[in-house]
């Protein structure tokens, strides 16, 4: 039988993306950016969330935002309206961002100067978990009406990410949604993981966060 390679597509993905994102945020630590890579499923927030930080912030930092989507420039357009520079990136059809792309981005954004650029990454607890953006800190929202179980269903976001954003806690009284057990779920997946329960809609818990995420931009 005729010998033939067998090529391990996805590892050598993963291990080409990983250095580009390691050379990535080695660049933008030399150029004092501090890159926050957004995620979570559609609807839990992250637009709403993302404008309340962006007024509670771009008066002490120099902000800049990338809207990752597969289409439509919805999001941006809403950015947009805070004052802060913006651009939306679509993705082709994939459900993600990977190292390169974000690199891109920042091209087109022109982010030197910038301390924090956030990044809105596509909306799913699947693809984005698999791919190093390059970004300093990973961020992800958690809505209340989505369940406190999706820790036991998508694990590695949770375990990629720095910090939780428990959104939507104004619906708790309506929704079967146990916090601490959503909490207790979390770190065990991830036991040095920073967790907010926030409204983004009302500003419970913004204040918070937004101290938390000040303080690693500037490195306090």
Not at 17 to 43: C, H, I, V, W
Not at 104 to 125: F, R, S
Not at 207 to 215: F, N, R, S
């Amino acid at each position: 039988m005729k010998e033939f390679r067998v090529l391990k597509i996805k590892e050598s993905i993963f291990e080409d993306n990983n250095k580009d994102a390691q050379r990535l945020r080695e660049k933008l630590k030399g150029e004092n950016t501090f890159l926050l890579n957004l995620m979570s499923s559609p609807g839990a927030g992250k637009t709403t969330t993302l404008v309340n930080t962006i007024h509670r912030l771009k008066d002490k930092l120099i902000m800049a935002v990338m809207e990752a989507d597969i289409d439509s420039d919805v999001d941006a357009r809403t950015i947009s309206e805070t004052g802060v520079n913006v651009i939306q990136l679509h993705t082709g059809g994939m459900c993600h961002l990977d190292a390169d792309m974000t690199r891109q981005g920042l091209e087109a954004l022109d982010a030197k100067g910038t301390d924090l650029v956030i990044l809105e990454n596509v909306g799913n607890l699947v693809c984005p978990a698999e791919f190093d953006t390059g970004a300093t800190k990973n961020a992800m929202i958690l809505s209340v009406p989505e369940g406190d179980d999706k820790p036991l269903k998508y694990p590695l976001m949770f375990q990629v990410s720095d910090v939780l954003l428990i959104n939507k806690i104004d619906t708790l009284e309506v929704f079967d949604f146990n916090l601490d057990l959503c909490v207790e779920r979390v770190k065990k997946l991830n036991p040095n993981i920073s967790i907010f329960p926030i409204s983004a809609k009302t500003g419970e818990g913004m204040e918070a966060w937004t101290k938390w995420l000040y303080k690693e931009v500037k490195g306090e």
